[in-house]
């Protein structure tokens, strides 16, 4: 059963970076509107950098959760380290690339909060996929492909639920 094995491995590998993403939603229950990390600067094109809902607060807690959620799977499977290593970092590359699906998006002169779809579900995972694989973490690329629309259906969900537990202003 490799592809099995491939799958929870992977499956293993991105669960932080899930939670990450989910947790300046939550977050900002307590940090409020946050610091945004454009700090309010405008591109060339004369539109934000990021936008205002692009914040160092939420940046700070995607990460926490991704190494939180590495620390209670190290704690699970016996390999602290490997696994608080592989949250760190997919909690940093879900962040950043986060970060660049809102610089895509105000280059496209999309205001924050508007829906782009696939943008919106696929870049914290593609940038936790790219940096787990630079800290030299290795997993089946032909099952990060197979995972992806599980993801972005995922994510579709639990922002509606976010959207109805009044966490969110937009249902995306
Ligand atoms: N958030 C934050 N800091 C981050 C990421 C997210 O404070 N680094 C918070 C913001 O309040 C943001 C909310 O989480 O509005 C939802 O995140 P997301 O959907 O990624 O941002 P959008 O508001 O949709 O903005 P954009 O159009 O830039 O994606
Ligand atoms: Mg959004």
């Known amino acids: 059963?490799?592809?099995?094995?491939?799958?929870?491995?992977?499956?293993?590998?991105v669960l932080p970076a899930l939670a990450a993403n989910g947790a300046p939603v939550v977050a900002r229950r307590i940090y409020g509107r946050g610091t945004p990390l454009d700090m309010g600067r405008k591109w060339i094109d004369g539109r934000r950098v990021l936008g205002e809902g692009k914040t160092l607060e939420g940046f700070?807690?995607?990460v926490l959760t991704g190494l939180l959620v590495g620390i209670i799977e190290g704690?699970?499977?016996?390999?602290?380290?490997?696994?608080?290593r592989a949250g760190l970092l997919a909690g940093i590359g879900a962040?950043?690339?986060?970060?660049?699906g809102s610089f895509i998006k105000r280059r496209l002169g999309m205001e924050r909060g508007d829906p782009a779809p696939l943008l919106d579900q696929l870049d914290f995972y593609i940038g936790a996929l790219v940096v787990l694989y630079i800290g030299g973490y290795r997993y089946n690329l032909?099952?990060?492909?197979?995972?992806?629309?599980?993801v972005v259906i995922l994510h579709i969900m639990t922002n509606r639920l976010a959207y109805k537990a009044s966490l969110k202003e937009v249902p995306h």
Do not use: Q, R
Not at 75 to 84: E, G, K, P
Not at 142 to 150: H, K, N, R
């Open 1 to 13: 059963m490799a592809l099995a094995e491939d799958l929870i491995k992977l499956l293993l590998l």
């Open 60 to 62: 700070v807690a995607g």
């Open 75 to 84: 704690v699970l499977f016996s390999d602290l380290y490997w696994f608080a």
């Open 95 to 100: 962040m950043i690339g986060d970060l660049i």
């Open 142 to 150: 032909v099952t990060a492909v197979v995972l992806a629309p599980l």
